[in-house]
């Protein structure tokens, strides 16, 4: 009794002791052959599928990791005992206890005995213990007590192995899922995210590194996107995409585990498993070189491998995550960035709908795509197109002011002047194939990105400084399939890439600043031609006015011409008649002479009313007026007048030569009779340049005095005269023929000294060198009377 | 004697020209209008004609064709109170053109001229 007190004790002390659960029930199990006096008693484990029993502990020495002793379910003692869940106690001579029990034979060649106890608890079979003698031996009910109290502390130590096992297990998962999912959840960055995962994975399973590879969507290569620890050169990550589709097929998800060399030749543990995402291969996480408790490193276990199937499950649903969300908030910063444009292009649009000045245009266009809440560029170049010349011309460029708190909304500041302007007056380039990126982006009539061009033939040299912006983008400005101009952007000052959007924004605003431009252009050119036509108006008014008073005139004219001739004739008749010394001779002669006189007035109202055809042509002024002065010069000198000329070199004139010939004709003899008795006429020509063109002026001074200023308002008036003789209509036969070549006449009076008579006629070459466009209007104004008139 | 019709509608210019024209030794005949003026030419033998351009019923640039028609060699003069016409007288293949003057020296000249005189 005593003696069992003891064994009991023994048992308890042994069961509470605090040594490994493996060592107690070692301990247990050599207390019981000890006390019992057996040969050997072992314990046979049931393992988890429980198709066989394999031996475990041993009441002689541990049993060595090789030995491998296991009974099938059911067969040998060993197995019988489990399947009975009864006591079974045999010997070596009933039949067939040697052949179904020959794997005892390892250990104990001779057993003769062989006596077999479930250890099991209400519920459950942990195993057997099998007690070998070497002869015969009974087990006495004392004894038969023993062994099943031994069973019992065994089942129950197991039992709580079996539970701290779990409970192990259970922690280490739950820790394990709760890092995880720490890590997994701690942030939506994916590369954070990529970078965590691996970490995580490597720290769990205690690998001595840790790769996670994905596989890119649209290339479909395998890249290792993020990696840690200590990661063999060559990565033995195996192409479980090959392995994938079958996968699905087989209890455990696929993985591969095994050992491969490294670039040095040294062996490496790798255990892969993959990741698949909505049924599809994503990737694969590896891990390789697990560290044992020794510091060693060595292959991963079933363990690790189900660990790194949650792993890859976790990942794979964060993955997706952190995917989802960066797609979504690359489309929310896109779309921030749309609306941001767009209401950007719609304020431009509005400053520009707001003018149809060209000037002001440009300013708001340039503006806009400069300004930090417009579009945002570094800076601007507008360059238009000259159909005529074919040739790209820049017009002005602007640079982003720098931000400031204060800086207005976009409305007003389109509104503003640009603040940074560059002038392009110097930058042209002929738009030919061969004339650089320009000229090419007119040509081919679309938007190009470029590269940093060296020395391209499209750039001034004055510009090839400022030029060095990594790439610019060009736009041209289409107005139906012609490129009318062209907008350059860069973003040289900040060196940031040309982004996608405002480039779409930017061709939005292109295709709309071309119209608005074309149609300013278009106005203007209507409002140009409409003041012409306004101009034309006017002088066709004077002509219709001076043409009633023509027509009138040269109706009487003519009807006075008869008479004139009858009575003028008859009287020449009757002066031949008369004697040379009749008073009657006197009164003839009146006749005649008034009768001349009348004639002469006759023809130079005809003159005025323009009866005489006019001959336009090419002709040097400076010769008419010398033609002019040959004709009066006896006259100029008879009057003891002298004639100064200052002559200029000029182009020559579009004019009738015969009537600017009177033109000087009529005013050179108003000069002479302005001095009679004798002074200086003084002759100038010069250039000079008027707001529409370049202009012929001719001046011609007397020093007679001056004219009075109550007279001086009439002086261009016909038929005024200041003198007793004359028509009175010198003047104003000059004035109109001036009028009729679209220049001007003009008198400077210097009341005491002398009269100046300025002269201006259009040069319309020169005209046409300074604009095109008037030039056109302006030489076709001058034929006017020529191809006019008849 | 040369024979030359003057042809006005103005009888103060007929009798000018005509007295002023056979003073200088040259038969001279008169019509008021252009009819007039083509009847005397198919009646009489003229070595000259001098035509009025505004004259009723058929004015001096009608006769002056009809003239030409029928007798190209015989030259023919327009007098006349207007000048705007004068450039226009080559292709009415008139010989010379003169604005009435009451000076006719220059008249009188254009007619030796023609007549080769």
């Known amino acids: 009794m005593a003696e069992r007190t003891a064994f009991l004790a023994q048992m308890v002390e042994i069961n509470t002791s605090t040594v490994s659960f493996g060592e107690r029930l070692g301990n247990m199990v050599h207390l019981l052959a000890r006390h019992l006096k057996v040969d050997l008693a072992l314990y046979f484990g049931l393992d988890k599928n429980k198709e066989a029993l394999s031996l475990q502990i041993s009441s002689k020495a541990p049993v060595p990791p090789h030995l491998k002793l296991e009974f099938p379910w059911g067969r040998g003692t060993v197995g019988e005992a489990a399947q009975t869940r009864s006591n079974i106690q045999v010997d070596r001579r009933q039949p067939g206890v040697a052949e179904a029990n020959a794997p005892l034979e390892k250990i104990h060649p001779a057993f003769h005995t062989l006596a077999a106890f479930p250890v099991a608890d209400d519920n459950f079979l942990y195993g057997v213990l099998l007690l070998v003698h070497k002869s015969e031996r009974h087990f006495t009910a004392a004894e038969r007590q023993k062994v099943r109290l031994s069973t019992l502390m065994l089942a129950g130590t197991l039992r709580q192995a079996l539970m701290q096992e779990e409970a192990k297990k259970r922690i280490a998962e739950l820790s394990v899922l709760f890092e995880v999912g720490k890590a997994l959840s701690a942030t939506v960055e994916l590369d954070d995210l990529l970078e965590r995962i691996v970490t995580t994975t490597a720290k769990v399973i205690n690998a001595r590194g840790a790769a996670l590879q994905i596989i890119d969507r649209v290339s479909g290569e395998t890249r290792v996107s993020s990696k840690y620890g200590k990661v063999p050169g060559v990565l033995v990550c195996p192409p479980i995409s090959e392995t994938a589709p079958e996968a699905r097929t087989l209890p455990e998800p696929p993985y591969i585990q095994g050992q491969a060399p490294n670039a040095e030749g040294v062996l490496h543990y790798h255990l892969a498993v993959p990741l698949t995402f909505k049924g599809q291969l994503s990737g694969t996480l590896c891990v390789f070189d697990k560290i044992a408790a020794t510091g060693q490193f060595g292959p991963f276990d079933p363990e690790n491998r189900q660990l790194l199937f949650t792993m890859a ?279 005649k002479e008034e009768v001349t006189r009348l004639e002469k007035l006759l023809r130079e109202i005809l003159d005025f009313t323009g009866e005489n055809l006019s001959y336009f042509g090419d002709h040097d002024l400076d010769q008419l007026i010398e033609d002019t002065l040959l004709l009066v010069q006896r006259d100029l000198d008879a009057g003891n007048i002298k004639v100064e000329k200052h002559l200029a070199v000029l182009p020559r004139l579009h004019c009738d030569d015969r009537q600017i010939k009177q033109v000087f004709y009529n005013l050179f003899q108003n000069a002479r009779q302005a001095m009679p008795h004798g002074g200086t006429l003084t002759i100038r020509t010069q250039p000079v340049e008027k707001e529409d063109g370049i202009y012929a002026a001719a001046s011609v001074s007397d020093t007679g005095g001056g004219i009075p200023m ?57 005209c046409l060198v300074k604009d095109a466009g008037e030039k056109a209007s302006l030489a076709s104004a001058v034929n006017v009377p020529s191809g006019g008139r008849r | 004697m040369k024979k030359i019709l003057v042809a006005d509608d103005e009888m103060a210019i007929r009798l000018l020209y005509s007295e002023e024209l056979k003073e200088e030794g040259y038969e001279v005949y008169v019509a008021a209008n252009g009819q007039e003026a083509l009847e005397v030419v198919d009646k009489i033998p003229l070595d000259l004609v001098i035509l009025d351009i505004k004259m009723p019923e058929m004015d001096g640039i009608e006769a002056l064709r009809q003239i030409k028609e029928k007798r190209p060699d015989l030259p023919v003069l327009l007098s006349t109170a207007y000048g705007e016409y004068k450039q226009d007288f080559a292709t009415w293949a008139s010989d010379e053109y003169l604005v009435k003057s009451s000076d006719l020296d220059d008249l009188k000249a254009a007619v030796r001229r023609h007549l080769r005189e």
């Open chain 1, 313 to 591: 499950g976790l990942i794979v649903s964060a993955l997706d995550n952190a995917l989802t969300y960066q797609q979504v908030e690359n489309l929310a910063e896109r779309n921030e960035r749309m609306v941001r444009h767009l209401t950007a292009l719609q304020e431009i649009s509005w400053a520009m709908l707001s003018t149809v000045q060209e000037d002001r245009l440009l300013d708001i266009l340039l503006q806009g795509i400069v300004l930090e809440n417009g579009l945002g560029f570094d800076r601007a170049l507008l360059l238009t197109v000259d159909e005529t010349t074919r040739t790209l011309q820049g017009i002005k460029g602007a640079l982003r002011p720098p931000a400031s708190p204060t800086s207005p909304i976009l409305a007003q500041a389109l509104a503003m002047p640009l603040a940074l302007e560059l002038s392009l007056a110097d930058w042209q380039v002929p738009v030919r194939a061969d004339q650089g990126a320009l000229a090419q982006a007119v040509l081919q009539r679309r938007p190009q990105l470029l590269r940093q061009p060296p020395k391209d033939p499209g750039i001034p040299p004055s510009w090839q400084a400022a030029f060095d912006a990594q790439e610019f983008f060009v736009v041209p400005l289409m107005v139906k399939d012609r490129a009318t101009g062209l907008i350059v952007v860069d973003n040289q000052t900040s060196a940031r890439p040309l982004e996608p959007e405002p480039l779409h924004a930017l061709q939005m605003l292109a295709t709309q600043a071309a119209l608005v431009l074309e149609n300013a252009h278009l106005y203007s050119t209507i409002d140009a031609n409409n003041r012409e036509l306004m101009l034309i108006r006017e002088r066709m008014l004077e002509s219709d006015r001076l043409a009633a008073l023509s027509s009138l005139a040269s109706g009487m004219a003519h009807e006075i011409r008869n008479p004139l001739v009858s009575i003028g004739g008859f009287a020449r008749r009757i002066e031949k008649m008369v004697e040379q010394n009749s008073p009657l001779r006197g009164y003839v002669e009146v006749i």
């Open chain 1, 710 to 766: 109550e007279v001086l308002h009439n002086i261009f008036n016909p038929f005024f005269s200041t003198k007793d003789y004359g028509t009175g209509l010198g003047l104003s036969i000059a004035q109109r023929i001036v009028a009729r070549h679209y220049g001007q006449i003009e008198v400077k009076n210097e009341l005491g000294y002398g009269v100046t008579f300025v002269v201006t006629l259009p040069i319309a070459k020169y």
